[in-house]
């Protein structure tokens, strides 16, 4: 199982970005997707998160200009980033809660993966 990242990049203050992530691999279910950053000198915090059912949850401070979605199959997540502020500068990890399939007659458990992180800068 692999969490394949993608997006990133600079961009100025008020500017949008997006980042993709795919899990691909031998997989029973994804259940749960979502996005963690980690500034310099600064502990990985949580960012967005989606969960099988719809369910969302959000830092407090990216609510309102972060978005969190899933594809209908529920292997990719986006997180659309918009109004980014330079305090948003930080490495994106994407982080997903995803059973493998190991074959015939193997029992779910889910474990927890991460990607590659990927840089977002926002200048002033």
């Known amino acids: 199982v692999q969490l394949q990242a993608s997006g990133g990049g600079v961009v100025q203050a008020g500017g949008s970005l997006k980042l993709s992530c795919a899990a691909s691999g031998s997989i029973f279910s994804v259940d749960a997707m979502g996005w963690y950053r980690q500034a310099p000198g600064n502990q990985r915090e949580l960012v967005a998160r989606?969960?099988?059912?719809?369910?969302?949850n959000y830092a407090d401070s990216v609510k309102g200009r972060f978005t969190i979605s899933r594809d209908n199959y529920g292997h990719t997540a986006v997180l659309q980033m918009d109004s980014l502020k330079p305090e948003d500068t930080a490495v994106y990890y994407c982080?997903?809660?995803?059973?493998?399939?190991?074959?015939?007659?193997?029992?779910?458990?889910?474990?927890?993966?991460w990607g590659k992180g990927t840089q977002v800068t926002v200048s002033s």
């Open positions: 989606h969960t099988n059912g719809g369910n969302t």
């Open positions: 982080n997903a809660d995803i059973s493998p399939y190991y074959g015939p007659g193997s029992k779910r458990a889910s474990k927890e993966f």
